[in-house]
């Protein structure tokens, strides 16, 4: 795929995820999130928000740096995956949890590892 489309599809997830942490900080109510998680929550995704941003900007400017990117965002959105599963209590929270897992996550670390092994092995 193209730097730059793959560029954009990082900011585009980014962009989506700086309106989710706009949510949870404003109407945590709505987000699912307990409370008194609200803050811990947008600490792990601020440094999510931060990985792919990193990754945006590398993946079109500087790419012999961008698979080092893709594979730090991936193992944080993988943890983030992992974390929201643990600590979810059973029942609606978890079946969220898991949706978020299945629907965004899993593909979003999937897409990235697949770049970061594709690029490793690519000469700029």
């Given at each position: 795929?193209?730097?730059?489309?793959?560029?954009?599809?990082?900011?585009?997830?980014?962009?989506?995820?700086?309106?989710?942490?706009?949510?949870?900080?404003?109407?945590?109510?709505?987000?699912?999130?307990?409370?008194?998680?609200?803050?811990?929550?947008?600490?792990?995704?601020?440094?999510?928000?931060?990985?792919?941003?990193?990754?945006?900007?590398?993946?079109?400017?500087?790419?012999?740096?961008?698979?080092?990117?893709?594979?730090?965002?991936?193992?944080?959105?993988?943890?983030?995956?992992?974390?929201?599963?643990?600590?979810?209590r059973a029942g609606r929270e978890r079946r969220q949890a898991a949706l978020m897992a299945a629907i965004v996550e899993i593909p979003?670390?999937?897409?990235?590892?697949?770049?970061?092994?594709?690029?490793?092995?690519?000469?700029?």
């Amino acid at each position: 795929m193209h730097r730059k489309a793959v560029s954009i599809a990082a900011a585009t997830a980014a962009a989506g995820l700086a309106g989710w942490m706009g949510i949870m900080a404003c109407f945590p109510e709505h987000s699912g999130v307990r409370p008194q998680h609200v803050g811990k929550w947008l600490l792990v995704d601020t440094i999510e928000f931060t990985a792919l941003m990193g990754f945006a900007n590398t993946a079109n400017l500087r790419p012999r740096h961008a698979a080092k990117w893709a594979t730090g965002a991936a193992v944080i959105i993988a943890g983030d995956a992992l974390l929201d599963l643990v600590t979810s209590r059973a029942g609606r929270e978890r079946r969220q949890a898991a949706l978020m897992a299945a629907i965004v996550e899993i593909p979003s670390v999937a897409g990235l590892s697949t770049w970061a092994v594709h690029h490793r092995r690519a000469r700029y």
